[in-house]
């Protein structure tokens, strides 16, 4: 099975003193690499993960705050100095363009590849790319500017050949390409073989939701059933449920929840707060919303998650 | 005597995978600090360096180029979360200009201070700033863009007053001011005792120079005359003459020339090449350097120079 990995470069909220990086996060899949966010130092974050900004095609931003924004023109600039032709697509809500716009003409006018932006309706959940292996959709969130997360759907793929079963059949090569698709296979005194025996079910399709920043939505829920990693943004502990509702954020126990009601596999909680400053904070944190969905697992700079 | 230190916080090119961090260094002086400029992950390295942001209300750029210029959105996005109340001003090429206001308006609409631009003409030396203990002068370069150094020079205060002839003289408190001005003093018999007498000359005034990105200009020699502290960038060693010219760059023999030129009393050099990326090679360079000057050090991040 190709890749399907989740790569945290960072998970901080707007706190540039605190333990963790603004926010950034990046999917591996088949050789792209896909980035939603990018905060203040990500492209450095990017090289020591290994990661190569080549292989980066596609940008989903969030929304316009800078703990989300600010390594853009740094990422794009670096890119240029090493003399990128692919193009790079960023998508992200309207109110991004004129802050692009405005890096590109001061500092990137002799700029060796072209950026093209994308301007995503944060208030619908709807398809916003897809290729032959990846569908992309937003995710409305609540927060205090437009705001969307972000769901990254796997394909469905070919259904897998049984190879003793169509050697035994001696069906010619040629015809397994239709047989991946679906088709029966009719032997030579006409007996029909049907599909089901000569292949297996395809790979199952791997999911990742990006959830932040918002207030906790619970219809988000029907979106996201089955996902597969749920990241939420989880700012604050219950204890703070009030300042979680006064600056659009939620708590931990609430992306829990979310989890819970999305039926999702994992939940990954970040954009901790400033006031989440030790170790023994972020695993009260964990604690809370484990106590909703056990299997939630803490954000970290460098942890990559393979689905 | 007050402080007068320069902390270099990025003395790296626009090479975000290389040793260093990009540009950024800060003066501290009676209590204030003064930038000049601001690579991408500069808030960051202000933390780390034990330097409060509220003590900096001037920053200047010294052209627009991404490695000199990114960490502005961040640094004044973060003031702004912090409740900053003071104006705080940005001295630069007008070229600037777009990209500040793009960032202020899409990310911080809600600013609780006031950013002040003032365009700086790159193309004559003269004062930019001044205040009652320092004045900064601009220093027209030769780069790829429309570029300056800065200059910063310590105003002379006043004579220091010799208690113990002031005290043998009875010479009244209220008195001192005058005399710390310059005044002379009338004993009672008539008798005139000269400043000299009662004071002891002003404190020497210390300066630094900031010199980055330039093709070298041996004409900037006689401005920089006796400068304490000679910042000149060196991206290549002498082998590399050709793409410095190119790249209006200087090399770290050059650097060292120019110091000598203008009798400085120390060089540190920076601004490294991506080809500079060993211990060795900034070694080499330093060795370049100090053939032509001898009192030349390398910088490096979390680098202090008290004058």
């Given at each position: 099975m190709e890749e399907f990995k989740v790569h945290i470069l960072g998970c901080g909220?707007?706190?540039?003193?605190?333990?963790h990086l603004p926010a950034s996060q990046v999917l591996g899949m088949r050789g792209k690499l896909f980035m939603v966010d990018c905060g203040e130092g990500t492209q450095t974050r990017l090289a020591r993960q290994g990661l190569h900004m080549n292989r980066l095609g596609h940008i989903f931003i969030s929304h316009v705050h800078g703990d989300h924004c600010f390594g853009l023109p740094g990422l794009v600039s670096t890119m240029g100095l090493l003399g990128r032709s692919a193009q790079l697509h960023i998508h992200g809500p309207r109110e991004l363009q004129p802050f692009l716009d405005a890096t590109l003409s001061v500092f990137c006018q002799q700029l060796t590849f072209p950026v093209l932006f994308h301007a995503v309706d944060t208030t619908v959940h709807t398809l916003v790319y897809e290729d032959r292996s990846l569908q992309v959709y937003s995710l409305p969130l609540n927060h205090r500017v437009p705001t969307c997360g972000y769901l990254f759907r796997e394909r469905e793929g070919q259904r897998h050949i049984n190879r003793s079963v169509t050697d035994a059949y001696d069906i010619p090569l040629f015809a397994l390409n239709s047989i991946k698709a679906g088709a029966d296979w009719t032997l030579p005194d006409g007996t029909l073989v049907p599909n089901e025996r000569l292949t297996t079910p395809p790979s199952p399709t791997r999911s990742w939701a990006y959830v932040s920043d918002?207030?906790?939505?619970?219809?988000l829920a029907p979106l996201l059933q089955g996902v597969d990693l749920l990241y939420h943004e989880a700012t604050f502990l219950q204890a703070d449920l009030f300042r979680a509702k006064q600056t659009y954020h939620s708590t931990a126990s609430e992306a829990g929840r979310i989890a819970r009601m999305a039926h999702a596999r994992r939940l990954c909680i970040g954009h901790f707060s400033?006031?989440?400053?030790?170790p023994q904070l972020e695993h009260l944190l964990l604690s809370e919303a484990q106590a909703e969905f056990p299997h939630t697992l803490l954000a970290d700079e460098g942890l990559t998650l393979s689905l």
């Amino acid at each position: 099975m190709e890749e399907f990995k989740v790569h945290i470069l960072g998970c901080g909220s707007a706190n540039p003193l605190g333990r963790h990086l603004p926010a950034s996060q990046v999917l591996g899949m088949r050789g792209k690499l896909f980035m939603v966010d990018c905060g203040e130092g990500t492209q450095t974050r990017l090289a020591r993960q290994g990661l190569h900004m080549n292989r980066l095609g596609h940008i989903f931003i969030s929304h316009v705050h800078g703990d989300h924004c600010f390594g853009l023109p740094g990422l794009v600039s670096t890119m240029g100095l090493l003399g990128r032709s692919a193009q790079l697509h960023i998508h992200g809500p309207r109110e991004l363009q004129p802050f692009l716009d405005a890096t590109l003409s001061v500092f990137c006018q002799q700029l060796t590849f072209p950026v093209l932006f994308h301007a995503v309706d944060t208030t619908v959940h709807t398809l916003v790319y897809e290729d032959r292996s990846l569908q992309v959709y937003s995710l409305p969130l609540n927060h205090r500017v437009p705001t969307c997360g972000y769901l990254f759907r796997e394909r469905e793929g070919q259904r897998h050949i049984n190879r003793s079963v169509t050697d035994a059949y001696d069906i010619p090569l040629f015809a397994l390409n239709s047989i991946k698709a679906g088709a029966d296979w009719t032997l030579p005194d006409g007996t029909l073989v049907p599909n089901e025996r000569l292949t297996t079910p395809p790979s199952p399709t791997r999911s990742w939701a990006y959830v932040s920043d918002t207030r906790v939505k619970d219809d988000l829920a029907p979106l996201l059933q089955g996902v597969d990693l749920l990241y939420h943004e989880a700012t604050f502990l219950q204890a703070d449920l009030f300042r979680a509702k006064q600056t659009y954020h939620s708590t931990a126990s609430e992306a829990g929840r979310i989890a819970r009601m999305a039926h999702a596999r994992r939940l990954c909680i970040g954009h901790f707060s400033a006031r989440i400053n030790t170790p023994q904070l972020e695993h009260l944190l964990l604690s809370e919303a484990q106590a909703e969905f056990p299997h939630t697992l803490l954000a970290d700079e460098g942890l990559t998650l393979s689905l």
